[in-house]
């Protein structure tokens, strides 16, 4: 009988190395463990990262019931287990003095959870997976071919020196970059089609205990006039994350910028919890930055290295859709990938060499860029509608401007009208319903019924001769000025979506 050649020429080589152990990452390896294999095509995956202790981020800590979908499909839903995740329902939304209920339609559930502990679970999972090997080393560059390919990367261990004559070189056929936000390879990766992330805004973070929000087990999302929007969610059975969006900059003073411009306008039962809070820790922060992704593989791209999560694609937190989005992409990803490495001629022996080891499933890119590219326009559904819908909300609920404000309103009085004007918004935003067009009718819609309101809704005005307001609607001779308005407020609605949605259809 004649042995089978390894077509593994050390153990530093393998199918598919990935780097980076946050979210997409473990998923991404335990999903390459599980797709059909022989003994011929069976995968050897290196999982690295910089360190496998638990994370401590402000982000990443609610996942949307799609991200959940995406959980079951990969067969990773236990990954939320006794990490004392807390169900999430829906949302409650705040707004001068107001608060209407917006829970998921058809009994749907997300999780909230420390994002550390979800990230340890993940790569529990993933060691699990057959042919997995993770290791804990910080990657300093890739490895390529006279021709630009990348065959690998340079990396070394933890507890040796970066720079020393320790590092150790490792191979694959494909490398998966899963870094982050502040990825360090995907200028290399995008090549001249790179365009630079685009800062929205900044999250300061907290940690709130023992507090109860408006409607338990529901993300609130405070909107706050002058300022961003304000989050809070539980994470565990004691703590609540708040998160308060910080536009133009980081105050320099940040316990002086909560206490005069947040906390007046958040409920009185969660004030002493916030003061507490900024006198217990010093608060974190991170950049809410937005980056379209670009269609990979193309001739501007490293052959032989593939951008994923955040190093690919970023959209403003507020609408926690980062994870889902991911999680997703991994779900396509698989199913596209189960045809390479299951393609019946990896069997067949070099003809122009017969001694010569079997080649790898990833070995030739040429069959790997048509899964780019359908990956690419696959996912678009779900992360075109949640991408779209994170920085539209976010500028209706985040900006000054009179015509925004004029959006704003209109889409908290039509979360009030109920039925259809929560479910299908709130589905697009739970990642359930990945339909950019539907989207586009919601949003809309919605500066359609802003319209309605400047006319019809009765608006406070000041009575002559008294500091006392009454609620007045408005008369006909406020027509012409109220039309102008709903013609800037429609125009602006456009300037806010249209662009969104162009980022969406570039493919380069």
């Not at 199918?15 to 003994?39: F, V, W």
């Not at 039925?419 to 819609?445: D, K, M, Q, T």
Request: charge should be neutral; glycine fraction near 8%.
């Amino acid at each position: 009988m004649v042995a089978t050649k390894s077509r593994y020429a050390s153990p530093n080589h393998f199918d598919a190395i990935i780097i980076g152990a946050g979210i997409a990452g473990p998923a991404l390896a335990y999903a390459l463990s599980t797709l059909p294999q022989t003994s011929e095509n069976a995968l050897r995956i290196a999982l690295m990262d910089r360190s496998f202790a638990e994370p401590n981020r402000i982000v990443g800590e609610l996942l949307q019931p799609g991200g959940m979908k995406a959980l079951r499909e990969l067969g990773m839903d236990d990954c939320v287990n006794n990490i004392d995740a807390i169900p999430c329902h829906g949302y409650a939304v705040l707004y001068q003095g107001n608060t209407v209920h917006i829970p998921y339609p058809d009994k749907e559930e997300g999780r909230s959870f420390h994002h550390g502990r979800f990230v340890q679970n993940l790569r529990a999972k993933a060691r699990t997976g057959k042919g997995v090997e993770c290791i804990e080393a910080v990657v300093s560059d890739f490895i390529e071919s006279p021709d630009g390919r990348v065959l690998g990367v340079r990396a070394t261990r933890k507890g040796e020196k970066e720079q020393s004559q320790t590092s150790e070189d490792f191979f694959a056929d494909v490398t998966f970059v899963a870094d982050g936000w502040s990825s360090k390879f995907r200028p290399k990766v995008l090549g001249a089609s790179l365009r630079e992330p685009r800062l929205k805004s900044h999250f300061i973070g907290f940690v709130l205990k023992d507090v109860t929000l408006p409607i338990p087990k529901h993300g609130t999302v405070a909107l706050i006039p002058g300022t961003g929007p304000v989050l809070l969610y539980q994470i565990g059975e004691h703590e609540t994350r708040m998160l308060v969006d910080a536009q133009g900059g980081l105050p320099k003073d940040i316990p002086a910028y909560v206490k005069s411009k947040i906390i007046p306008h958040l409920p009185e039962n969660l004030h002493d919890s916030i003061s507490d809070s900024m006198v217990a820790e010093r608060p974190k922060s991170m950049p809410n930055s937005f980056f379209p992704a670009t269609k990979q593989g193309g001739k501007h791209h490293k052959s032989g290295a593939v951008l994923l999560g955040d190093a690919w694609n970023m959209r403003h937190p507020l609408t926690g859709g980062g994870m889902t989005v991911a999680l997703s992409d991994v779900v396509i990803l698989r199913q596209l990938l189960d045809s390479v490495v299951n393609d019946p001629t990896l069997a067949l022996p070099d003809a122009d060499n017969v001694d010569a080891p079997p080649k790898g499933p990833f070995s030739d890119w040429s069959k790997l860029v048509p899964v780019l590219t359908d990956l690419h326009w696959q996912r678009k559904g779900l992360a075109g509608t949640v991408n779209i819908l994170s920085v539209a909300l976010y500028d209706l609920f985040g900006a000054e401007d009179e015509n925004l404000f004029v959006l704003r309103e209109g889409c908290f009085k039509y979360f009030e009208r109920g039925g259809e004007c929560i479910n299908g918004p709130v589905s697009l935003l739970a990642g359930i319903a990945p339909r950019p067009l539907y989207l586009a009718y919601h949003f809309f819609s919605v500066a359609f019924y802003a319209i309605y309101c400047l006319f019809a809704h009765p608006r406070p005005r000041k009575i002559a001769d008294s500091d006392k307001t009454e609620m007045i609607v408005p008369g006909i001779e406020e027509y012409p000025y109220l039309a102008w308005r709903s013609i800037m407020a429609i125009y602006t609605a456009a300037v806010v979506f249209m662009p969104l949605v162009w980022t969406e259809i570039r493919w380069w």
